[in-house]
């Protein structure tokens, strides 16, 4: 199988499905891992210039770490919008990677690059189908099934889907530790610990299902993209 994760920034996929990613790798599957958002807003003291350079090291540190591929990005911080453009760039990621499975942002998420995220990635789905649809790779006829993650800390997100993490968790902790230009950041301007908030939600949707640590998910149904399979491949 093939799965394309596709977060806001860098450092979402790892809060969020990082685990399930870690898993799938470990069985075999192909990981894509993008962000559609550069990260260049996220500091205080280091330019935008360098977190751009940093954040892409970062990123691709972290997908090393499970074979997964990155991919991205197509914009800058607070600079995506749903338009035909970004559209265009989501579906030729979806083009390229080919994917089984697309794991994105839940609509009720946050803030507004993993809102759009969530939105855009959803209508590029269906449109990278459409033959007559041109960009830069051919069209990608399969129709798959599209996956919302967590939010950050859960809230305003009713999962159907649970996969256990326990035996990649601290494989997930060191991917989000890749991203050492956000953790202080974080700590300060979030007012929240993102280590805390990693275990506080794996043990959560762990103590849901009935498992030490979880991720959640929840399947975007749709007409066309209902499948017999759920995330526990
Ligand atoms: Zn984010």
Redesign the pocket.
């Known amino acids: 199988m093939k799965i394309l994760a596709i977060?806001?920034?860098p450092?979402?996929l790892e809060i969020l499905c990082g685990g399930t990613l870690a898993k799938y790798s470990q069985k075999g599957h192909k990981i894509f891992m993008a962000h559609l958002c550069n990260g260049n807003m996220g500091g205080k003291k280091i330019s935008s210039k360098q977190l751009i350079k940093i954040r892409d090291k970062e990123a691709k540190e972290s997908a090393g770490l499970i074979k997964a591929e990155s991919l991205g990005p197509i914009a800058g911080d607070l600079d995506l919008y749903p338009t035909k453009e970004m559209r265009m760039k989501v579906v030729d990621i979806i083009r390229y990677a080919k994917p089984d499975i697309i794991i994105t942002h839940s609509i009720n998420d946050y803030?507004p690059?993993?809102i759009i995220t969530g939105q855009i990635v959803f209508d590029s789905a269906f449109t990278s189908t459409l033959p007559l649809y041109k960009t830069k790779y051919p069209a990608y006829e399969n129709i798959v099934p599209v996956y919302s993650m967590d939010t950050v800390a859960g809230i305003r997100f009713e999962p159907t889907i649970y996969v256990d993490i326990t035996e990649v968790f601290e494989i997930k902790k060191k991917m989000f530790l890749c991203h050492k230009s956000q953790y202080k950041w974080l700590k300060g301007h979030h007012n929240s610990d993102p280590i805390n908030l990693i275990e506080s939600m794996g043990k959560f949707r762990g103590v849901q299902c009935g498992v030490e640590y979880a991720e959640a998910f929840k399947r975007v149904d749709v007409w066309g993209r209902i499948r017999p399979l759920d995330l526990n491949l």
Do not use: I, L
């Open positions: 977060g806001a920034h450092d979402d803030m690059d993993h």
